[in-house]
């Protein structure tokens, strides 16, 4: 397998098949959707590499998902954004108006995800400094527990006292404190918080105000002084506060910031949910007007255009937008044709069978099985299900799903809490035991319950 990275930030850069394999790993299906974004990763990179004149001018392909909830949309975009080390934000498109209405506007979204980057960024440089920050942070913590007694020299000037049994000293404790033998001692901390005041914005926040909010409480956090008090904290917690400390001081925020825009212009992906919810008709009056104004909106980010953060100016041109909505009352040719424009790629995903609810409680990395003998592993229970427990657990989530609410895998969620109740109740007591969970044991756990329309509607 060829593996490639990227000059910029040494991120690891998978060709299309292998983002398509990860993506396995932990969806089951939907290979129609895996292959889109796949490539919509890997054209991520092909810009890059392009002639400089050329990669203003490539656009990214957004892309719209239609398939009805829990089949894999949000778990797809997300588990991209991971392989691509990229700004992440999933944000639900009904949870906007248009502007002159109260509520969130698009905008926020950017600023959003610009926060997300500068967490991002922050934490790799931190971890950049961990090794000299752990390294100062564990001579402070000795300094707390061995003070250095200033002496003075024959001229008069203060020194810190250190002769060769002092150093011992501080050595055979350096060596305790490596070992964990300290880790029940207590030292008293000196804590720095900053006293600002909390900012009433009214009405305004939401919309405009969210973003002056940002600058407001940055502006005034450099005016009012901080506050420092003391703090008792067990030897491995001032270990961790001080590590903090002095990984936070030796990165340049100025450097964090810049950086964390240019990544969100070049990597942020915003995966926008629901976006059937405002997809509708032309009509003079009633909610689709709302909708509508709300694509308006939209319109401008999606197709490239600057956002003000706190952080300062952000292009919106080359971030990608994935879509996703069930479009059971309409379909994506409802949104306003500008829109629909720049989602030039769509894929259906279909709906779950019982053969995929078998594959998604055995296959996937995180399958529901292996979580829940790993939970029960912390209480001493080795939990095991046979082939006739997953199978017939996977006939009921279909059965329910189709004369109920068709919610998809997330169906499964409900139905192994409620089969497995009496067991995560009395694991405790059941320390050193076995439990293999059967077809007749799910059979009689459920099977009433999967039976009664008005029993499953309100417990499964």
């Known amino acids: 397998m060829t593996r490639e990275k990227t000059s910029a930030d040494g991120a690891r850069r998978l060709v299309p098949r292998e983002i398509v394999g990860e993506l396995d790993r932990y969806i089951?299906?939907?290979a129609a959707a895996k292959r889109a974004v796949a490539i919509a990763l890997r054209n991520r990179w092909r810009r890059q590499q392009v002639p400089p004149e050329l990669r203003d001018e490539i656009v990214p392909k957004n892309?719209?998902?239609v398939g009805p909830t829990g089949v894999g949309k949000t778990e797809i975009a997300r588990r991209l954004a991971k392989l691509a080390q990229a700004p992440f934000l999933k944000v639900e498109a009904s949870k906007f108006t248009e502007v002159g209405y109260v509520g969130r506007d698009v905008e926020s979204m950017?600023?959003?995800l610009a926060e997300i980057a500068v967490h991002m960024v922050r934490a790799e440089e931190m971890e950049k400094v961990a090794d000299r920050a752990k390294a100062d942070a564990e001579e402070r913590v000795l300094d707390l527990l061995l003070p250095r007694a200033p002496a003075r020299s024959p001229e008069g000037e203060a020194r810190a006292e250190g002769g060769d049994g002092a150093e011992e000293t501080r050595g055979r404790f350096r060596t305790m404190l490596r070992e964990g033998k300290l880790a029940d001692r207590t030292v008293e901390v000196e804590v720095r918080e900053a006293a600002l005041p909390v900012l009433e914005l009214g009405p305004m926040t939401g919309g405009a105000g969210e973003g002056m909010e940002g600058n407001l409480q940055e502006m005034l956090s450099?005016?009012?002084?901080?506050?420092?008090?003391r703090k008792r904290m067990r030897i491995p917690e001032a270990l961790r506060h001080y590590e903090q400390e002095e990984a936070a001081r030796r990165v340049d925020m100025d450097r964090v910031k810049q950086m964390a825009v240019e990544r969100t212009e070049q990597s942020g992906i915003v995966f926008l949910d629901e976006i059937d919810k405002i997809a509708g008709k032309e009509s003079l009056a009633g909610?689709?007007?709302?909708?509508q104004g709300v694509q308006r909106d939209l319109l401008p980010i999606v197709e490239g255009s600057n956002v003000n953060t706190k952080y300062g100016v952000v292009?919106?041109?080359h971030v990608l937008f994935i879509a996703a909505g069930a479009f059971h009352v309409n379909k994506p040719s409802d949104l306003i044709p500008e829109l629909q424009g720049r989602f030039p790629i769509r894929v259906e995903l279909s709906s779950l069978a019982k053969e995929d609810f078998v594959r998604i409680l055995t296959e996937p990395q995180g399958a529901l099985t292996r979580q829940y003998a790993a939970m029960l592993a912390t209480e001493g229970v080795r939990l095991s299900f046979d082939e006739g427990a997953v199978d017939r657990i996977a006939e009921m989530a279909c059965e329910v799903n189709d004369r109920t609410e068709n919610i998809g895998a997330r169906r499964l969620h409900t139905v192994m809490e409620r089969l497995l109740d009496e067991l995560l109740f009395s694991a405790p007591e059941m320390a050193g035991g076995e439990f293999t969970v059967t077809r007749g044991y799910v059979e009689e756990r459920l099977a009433g319950i999967v039976k009664d329309a008005?029993?499953?509607r309100y417990i499964l």
């Open 454 to 456: 008005d029993l499953s």
């Open 222 to 229: 450099n005016l009012f002084p901080k506050r420092t008090r």
């Open 315 to 317: 292009r919106t041109d």
């Open 28 to 30: 089951v299906g939907q």
């Open 63 to 65: 892309i719209i998902m």
């Open 110 to 112: 950017i600023r959003d």
């Open 287 to 291: 909610p689709d007007v709302s909708r």
